[in-house]
């Protein structure tokens, strides 16, 4: 697509709110202590999967993209597809979506209060609503969809 694509120029300017979704995210007054632990990336631990919504998800296939990626990395159906098992960290932790920002992890604090974080959900649903996104995905599924259409 050409630098002055109108859809190009909209999506851009969408993936820079859910940017700074994350920055208002990281400058709350909430203590976060994330020790890269990773059991949050093995969802038969925590019986839990991050669901990404169409921003999140294209923004975190542009970042896997970055590592010289072009498709979703084999992983096992209960472990975080960015989970590298070479290293046992994030392929893409800076751009990490929503959900493994206010993680379960009890050694990072626990999870944010849902009355904390509920703004931000509301706004990335309307990132997604504006990406003509359908809702949240489970992670392997909207990386891939992202994938596809970047």
Same mark, same amino acid.
């Given at each position: 697509?050409?630098?002055?694509?109108?859809?190009?120029? #909209?999506?851009?300017?969408?993936?820079?709110?859910?940017?700074?979704?994350?920055?208002?995210?990281a400058s709350l007054p909430i203590e976060r202590n994330c020790q890269l632990r990773t059991e949050?990336?093995?969802?038969?631990?925590? /019986?839990?999967?991050?669901?990404?919504?169409?921003?999140?998800?294209?923004?975190?296939?542009? $970042?896997?993209?970055?590592? *010289?990626?072009?498709?979703?990395? $084999?992983?096992?159906?209960?472990?975080?597809?960015?989970?590298?098992?070479?290293?046992?960290?994030?392929?893409?932790? #800076?751009?990490?979506?929503?959900?493994?920002?206010t993680h379960f992890c009890t050694a990072a604090g626990g999870a944010l209060a849902r009355k904390d974080v509920l703004d931000f959900i509301?706004?990335?649903?309307?990132?997604?609503?504006?990406?003509? /996104?359908? *809702?949240?995905?489970?992670?392997? $599924?909207?990386?891939?969809?992202?994938?596809?259409?970047?």
């Open positions: 697509m050409p630098a002055d694509d109108p859809n190009q120029i #909209a999506r851009e300017k969408s993936l820079s709110k859910v940017r700074s979704i994350y920055s208002e995210l949050c990336c093995q969802f038969h631990i925590t /019986g839990k999967t991050p669901f990404l919504t169409r921003g999140e998800a294209l923004l975190a296939a542009k $970042a896997l993209k970055a590592t *010289g990626r072009t498709s979703l990395p $084999a992983s096992k159906e209960d472990t975080c597809p960015m989970l590298d098992p070479r290293t046992s960290r994030c392929r893409i932790y #800076a751009n990490r979506p929503f959900g493994c920002r509301h706004r990335l649903e309307e990132i997604d609503e504006d990406l003509g /996104g359908d *809702g949240p995905r489970p992670i392997s $599924a909207a990386l891939e969809y992202a994938l596809e259409d970047l």
